[in-house]
């Protein structure tokens, strides 16, 4: 089979027309092999790629059999004004012209991981962050320019780790057996917090819950009793950090400007001092509910004020777990979906299915070579003969090509976590077939 342009979008995965010999061969020659090649196959390649930008498609490679073939995509270089191709998803065949070794930069491995994890817990010990009473001005150090990264992933502030350490170390991201999938009333899920909070210290002698709290519909008289508590002259603090309390709860409204907290028929809105940050938002927020948490400072002026916030989808309140988009609920759904299934069966070979959604990133290592990774979602299958399985599972469903090629590349570095199946199954090639057929195709025959 010739190599193919296929259509990024509408629909994802389409033939839009196969290359001719001539044009493969030089695609081949100039792209692959890097050869000097004549002047036609150089316009020839050139011609090739300038189409692929024109019409949003991708090149496949026939070099691989299969349902997922090596993809390559035509990028531009903002500093020469030059296109070239990057390959992306399935490797190509070590024999292809087109095969290479992915290069290294300063932020990922030549197999595609991230170099430095790009979220790991706080610890309790020090996420306070630091006093800024008497802090003098200094011009800003320069920064690196991140440039046309497209594998660079932002940072989490310091609020959302707070919150997804508390939510990881009460096993919230967890799900013990996906059927019956869990119905636990939400209070349960704060309860749970609140014991992490009881059972862990931010300075000596002192819990955690001493700082963090979950009833928002405290009046004005008692955020100024706690903040004096905290601020008490024998009161232990960590040295050097500044004094703040923190409110954590659920919420069905948020927007980059405040968080709305409702109980029966009483309400309060919060409109903290920064805003509000959304996890994977750049509008209001539009796929609730939500984890969200607040921070409280002493201002200049004596009052307690709500100066920073951040908010992060999950599933629903039955069953609490983070999720980064509303496909990823969707495919939480399909998983749950086919674990329902399978419990129906009789005799199925697959005894039931766990869950958890990774918060933080994952070491792995790859050729020898130590990256990060972080998988959507880790499912162990339990066979009735109480052996293991695992999987990785990545929600694909975006469209955006940048996001579609950073995330392929660190797909190298998941399989050393589990089998990869990718929602929708086949990705990038669209198919019909859904996630929870294929899992349930592939759990029925697990050996």
């Given at each position: 089979m010739a190599m193919r342009l296929v259509k990024k979008r509408a629909p994802r995965g389409r033939l839009s027309r196969q290359l001719s010999e001539t044009e493969e061969s030089a695609v081949k020659k100039v792209c692959g092999r890097r050869e000097v090649g004549s002047q036609e196959e150089k316009a020839l390649a050139l011609d090739v790629l300038t189409e692929m930008r024109r019409t949003d498609t991708w090149l496949a490679c026939s070099c691989v059999a299969g349902d997922v073939p090596p993809m390559n995509s035509a990028n531009l270089r903002t500093d020469t004004g030059t296109i070239y191709l990057q390959a992306f998803s399935t490797p190509h065949d070590a024999d292809c012209p087109m095969f290479r070794e992915l290069k290294e930069d300063d932020d990922t491995t030549r197999s595609g991981t991230r170099k430095t994890a790009g979220s790991q817990p706080v610890s309790y010990r020090s996420f306070l962050p630091r006093e800024e009473n008497g802090a003098r001005l200094q011009a800003a150090p320069a920064r690196p320019d991140d440039g046309d990264d497209r594998l660079?992933?932002?940072?989490?502030?310091?609020?959302?780790?707070?919150?997804?350490?508390?939510?990881?170390?009460?096993?919230?991201?967890?799900?013990?057996?996906?059927?019956?999938?869990?119905?636990?009333?939400?209070?349960?899920?704060?309860?749970?917090?609140?014991?992490?909070?009881?059972?862990?210290?931010?300075?000596?002698?002192?819990?955690?819950?001493?700082?963090?709290?979950?009833?928002?519909?405290?009046?004005?008289?008692?955020?100024?009793?706690?903040?004096?508590?905290?601020?008490?002259?024998?009161?232990?603090?960590?040295?050097?950090?500044?004094?703040?309390?923190?409110?954590?709860?659920?919420?069905?409204?948020?927007?980059?400007?405040?968080?709305?907290?409702?109980?029966?028929?009483?309400?309060?809105?919060?409109?903290?001092?920064?805003?509000?940050?959304?996890?994977?938002?750049?509008?209001?927020?539009?796929?609730?509910?939500?984890?969200?948490?607040?921070?409280?400072?002493?201002?200049?002026?004596?009052?307690?004020?709500?100066?920073?916030?951040?908010?992060?989808a999950f599933h629903s309140r039955s069953c609490p777990v983070p999720v980064d988009s509303v496909l990823e609920r969707q495919t939480l759904d399909s998983l749950a979906t086919c674990a329902a299934w399978l419990a129906k069966?009789?005799?199925?070979?697959?005894?039931?299915?766990?869950?958890?959604?990774?918060?933080?990133?994952?070491?792995?290592?790859?050729?020898?070579?130590?990256?990060?990774?972080?998988?959507?979602?880790?499912?162990?299958?339990?066979?009735?003969?109480?052996?293991?399985?695992?999987?990785?599972?990545?929600?694909?469903?975006?469209?955006?090509?940048?996001?579609?090629?950073?995330?392929?590349?660190?797909?190298?570095?998941?399989?050393?976590?589990?089998?990869?199946?990718?929602?929708?199954?086949?990705?990038?090639?669209?198919?019909?077939?859904?996630?929870?057929?294929?899992?349930?195709?592939?759990?029925?025959?697990?050996?």
């Open positions: 660079r992933r932002k940072r989490r502030p310091r609020l959302a780790r707070l919150l997804l350490t508390l939510i990881d170390d009460a096993g919230l991201n967890d799900i013990e057996t996906l059927a019956p999938f869990p119905t636990a009333p939400a209070r349960e899920a704060i309860d749970r917090i609140a014991v992490v909070t009881r059972n862990n210290e931010f300075t000596r002698g002192r819990p955690l819950s001493d700082i963090v709290r979950f009833w928002p519909l405290i009046t004005k008289d008692e955020q100024l009793r706690l903040m004096g508590q905290l601020e008490a002259p024998d009161s232990s603090w960590p040295a050097g950090r500044a004094r703040h309390f923190y409110q954590i709860f659920m919420s069905d409204e948020v927007s980059r400007e405040r968080a709305t907290f409702r109980f029966r028929s009483e309400k309060a809105i919060f409109a903290p001092e920064k805003g509000l940050r959304i996890n994977g938002e750049s509008q209001d927020g539009l796929r609730p509910p939500y984890w969200v948490i607040l921070e409280f400072r002493r201002s200049a002026d004596g009052n307690i004020v709500c100066s920073d916030g951040y908010a992060h069966k009789e005799y199925a070979p697959v005894r039931s299915l766990s869950l958890k959604k990774p918060l933080f990133d994952y070491a792995v290592k790859v050729d020898g070579e130590e990256g990060w990774v972080l998988p959507d979602f880790l499912v162990e299958a339990t066979t009735a003969a109480g052996e293991k399985k695992a999987f990785v599972i990545e929600t694909m469903g975006y469209q955006d090509e940048d996001y579609v090629e950073r995330k392929s590349r660190q797909h190298r570095g998941m399989r050393t976590l589990g089998q990869l199946q990718t929602d929708p199954p086949r990705w990038p090639v669209e198919t019909d077939r859904t996630l929870e057929k294929q899992m349930y195709g592939l759990l029925l025959h697990l050996k």
